[in-house]
């Protein structure tokens, strides 16, 4: 049973990240004259609905299914697509983000929980280290493909670039209506929603107040990841700045991302090495991903961002893996969520503190 589940959630996510137009969704509003503080404005709203909808969304998945929520992540980004299509104002397209960003929350950490309790049912945890390194190897690829399409999708115009996205979309609901559900056990399944959900809460503070642990590992990779992640994104600025040709941004993202893709897949081999140690060698590589920033010479700037993202996802992967082993299958969702929600908090702080330092 579990070879074919994860077979599927990496079919999953090789379709469900495909998005051109949503990889691109900047660059298309601008076409369509929004102005940059309009496009500001809908950034800060998607983090504002992630943030508030990150915990709330994995505990919905530990009681209700990771499958049916599985589900209604790809009818919210369905949704969102379809929204922008019909959309003719600020306020339509605000709501298609609010709906990309509760997508996005409804998969964050129930594909990762689906995946694990498979395996462990089977008794075969041991190869969640194999499907977190080559789940996350598929989605940066799947990403950075999506991000090279991006002229594409402005020739094709906002329109037909997110029919194009919906395409995808559906196939991905077709696979994600595929997955086979992990059943609870029968203690938990005679009890109601309402008693679950208290449950679950109670259970996951307790967890979290208890394991200073799993808090200390989710702190430092919520750190590491935003630092890498800010790099990044003021990377897309800085390079034109810098002289780089634009008509080389786009293949420049995407060597980028495969550094990502890199990180996720060796991470797998160097599962018996202690977690200070691949925390430090990614901190170094992090921090050499934003000294090359300030370089001024893009060939050396696109180096570092390589390797950032290369040591970012390295050390994401076993963040993954260690909190995995360490929580309790029946509040998964919800404390894998807690580690994204940390996530957002630290990018909401640095991201203007990088700016400025970048700036």
């Known amino acids: 049973m579990s070879k074919k589940q994860i077979h599927k959630l990496y079919l999953l996510t090789a379709v469900g990240y495909f998005l051109p137009a949503g990889s ?44 049916r929520t599985l589900v209604l992540s790809q009818v919210m980004m369905l949704l969102s697509g379809g929204l922008m299509i019909l959309s003719d104002s600020f306020g339509t397209v605000a709501l298609a983000i609010g709906c990309s960003a509760l997508s996005y929350n409804l998969a964050s950490g129930t594909r990762e929980a689906l995946a694990y309790d498979s395996l462990k049912k089977d008794g075969n945890e041991g190869a969640y280290n194999r499907f977190s390194s080559t789940e996350m190897m598929f989605y940066r690829i799947t990403q950075s493909s999506a991000t090279l399409c991006a002229g594409l999708a402005l020739w094709l115009g906002y329109r037909k670039a997110y029919m194009l996205d919906l395409l995808f979309g559906l196939v991905a609901l077709f696979i994600a209506g595929s997955l086979q559900e992990v059943m609870k056990d029968v203690e938990t399944k005679n009890k109601s929603s309402r008693e679950q959900l208290c449950e679950v809460v109670k259970e996951s503070w307790t967890f979290l107040r208890s394991n200073k642990r799993a808090r200390k590992i989710m702190v430092t990779n919520a750190l590491v990841g ?38 996720a897949k060796i991470s797998q081999y160097f599962s018996g090495s202690s977690y200070v140690r691949m925390l430090l060698a990614s901190g170094v590589g992090v921090l050499f991903a934003f000294g090359m920033t300030f370089t001024g010479r893009p060939y050396l700037m696109i180096l570092g961002g390589f390797v950032g993202a290369l040591s970012d996802d390295f050390l994401e992967v076993r963040t993954d893996v260690l909190l995995n082993e360490m929580i309790p299958s029946g509040q998964r969702a919800t404390l894998i969520s807690v580690s994204s929600f940390l996530f957002s908090l630290v990018m909401i702080v640095m991201s203007t503190l990088i700016g400025w330092i970048m700036g």
Do not use: N, Y
């Not at 940059?36 to 505990?59: M, R, T, Y």
């Open 226 to 263: 935003a630092v890498s992640t800010l790099v990044l994104f003021f990377l897309q600025a800085k390079l034109p700045l810098a002289g780089l040709d634009s008509a080389l941004l786009g293949p420049a993202l995407f060597m980028m991302g495969l550094g990502a893709a890199a990180g």
């Open 24 to 67: 691109s969704w900047v660059a298309l509003l601008a076409l369509r004259g929004f102005s940059v503080l309009e496009i500001g404005l809908l950034e800060s709203i998607f983090h504002i609905v992630s943030f508030c909808f990150e915990l709330p969304s994995g505990v919905v998945a530990d009681v209700f299914g990771r499958k």
